[in-house]
């Protein structure tokens, strides 16, 4: 059984200040996760994913995540706000292959100018 | 990269009537495809798995009779929403793997059904 938790509905940021949204999960095997964005009335768009390589994963748009698995988190992190990442986020584990994933309820984020 | 094209991106229909949505791997074969649907300010919840050449298999509280499924080649899936109703307007995504992507998912850009 797999399970991911976004521990914050909403996270709301200053332009131009860092950017932290929280994921923890729980997987009976060594899982896969991944971020996903979405931004309003569009599909979603792959940030990053971990499996199995490094812990530090850097993706697109200045976004990386880290994956520690003694604290079974894979938190979001980008160093600066930009107006444009304001969107929904989704964390996303997968127990390996291309099996069926298991998507966070999503934290959407808000820039303030 | 892996591309995966879905048709349409909105579409509006009255109650009673069906409609179809496709999914398409552009560059890849895809022998898995997943159907999601996604209300208002929610996640997205799971539908149905589609497997090339075999019946879906759907999750628990989708009705396989309403939201039928087709996988007939490798490169494509369809999602047909029969006698719609408005309860059925949502937001519906497919996605597709591929094998050397372990665990790596394409989505469409999903379709956004309103049934009047």
């Known amino acids: 059984a797999q399970s991911v938790t976004q521990l914050d509905s909403h996270v709301s940021v200053s332009e131009g200040t860092p950017v932290l949204l929280r994921c923890n999960y729980s997987?009976?095997?060594?899982?896969?996760l991944f971020w996903y964005v979405q931004h309003p009335n569009k599909g979603l768009q792959l940030l990053l994913k971990y499996t199995s390589a490094a812990t530090l994963v850097k993706g697109i748009n200045g976004f990386e995540a880290e994956f520690k698995k003694s604290e079974t988190s894979f938190h979001l992190t980008k160093p600066s706000a930009h107006m444009s990442d304001a969107a929904e986020y989704f964390c996303v584990v997968s127990d390996g292959g291309y099996q069926k994933v298991t998507f966070g309820t999503g934290t959407k984020l808000q820039v303030i100018p | 990269g892996a591309v995966v094209s879905q048709h349409p991106s909105r579409v509006i229909c009255k109650s009673g009537t069906s409609v179809k949505i496709e999914c398409r791997s552009l560059d890849f074969q895809a022998t898995t495809m997943f159907w999601y649907r996604q209300f208002p300010k929610q996640s997205l919840m799971l539908m149905a798995t589609s497997n090339e050449g075999s019946k879906a298999t759907y999750e628990q509280g989708v009705e396989k009779d309403k939201f039928l499924i087709n996988h007939a080649s490798l490169t494509l899936s369809t999602l047909t929403v029969t006698s719609a109703h408005p309860e059925d307007s949502s937001f519906y995504i497919c996605?597709?793997?591929?094998?050397?992507?372990?665990?790596?998912?394409?989505f469409g850009s999903g379709t956004r059904l309103t049934v009047v």
């Open positions: 996605s597709a793997g591929t094998p050397t992507l372990r665990g790596g998912y394409t």
């Open positions: 997987s009976s095997y060594s899982p896969s």
